[in-house]
């Protein structure tokens, strides 16, 4: 079955980086635009990236544009979010998911599989 795992979570001091990665299965990986969402205690899901799945074009949110990356290796069949000058507000459970075949989105309901999160928590 299809399997996404999301790892790289932790405790950072604002202004510092983590790297996320989302290693996925039992799909065909090239063939999935693969996005990230986070959610925060009392607070909707809400888009982070996402990346086409040839790995052409990103799409980010404008409050993490210029300080977060995404990016692919299909080869290994992860996606990875690169994120620096992290501020305490980007705490939150951050996801990743799956959309076959699919043009960048935001929306959440766009997406067919999705990991069971890591925990982002930025100190300040």
């Known amino acids: 079955q299809v399997q996404l795992v999301e790892s790289g979570g932790g405790l950072v001091q604002a202004g510092g980086s983590l790297r996320l990665s989302c290693a996925a299965s039992?799909?065909?990986?090239?063939?999935?635009?693969i996005g990230w969402f986070r959610e925060a205690p009392g607070k909707e899901r809400e888009f982070v990236a996402a990346i086409y799945w040839n790995g052409g074009s990103t799409y980010y949110a404008d409050s993490v544009k210029g300080r977060f990356t995404i990016s692919r290796d299909n080869a290994k069949t992860t996606v990875y979010l690169q994120m620096n000058s992290l501020k305490p507000e980007d705490t939150a459970v951050h996801y990743c998911a799956a959309r076959f075949l699919g043009l960048l989105s935001q929306s959440a309901a766009e997406y067919n599989y999705w990991g069971q999160g890591t925990q982002v928590t930025v100190s300040s």
């Open positions: 039992g799909l065909t990986f090239s063939t999935y635009t």
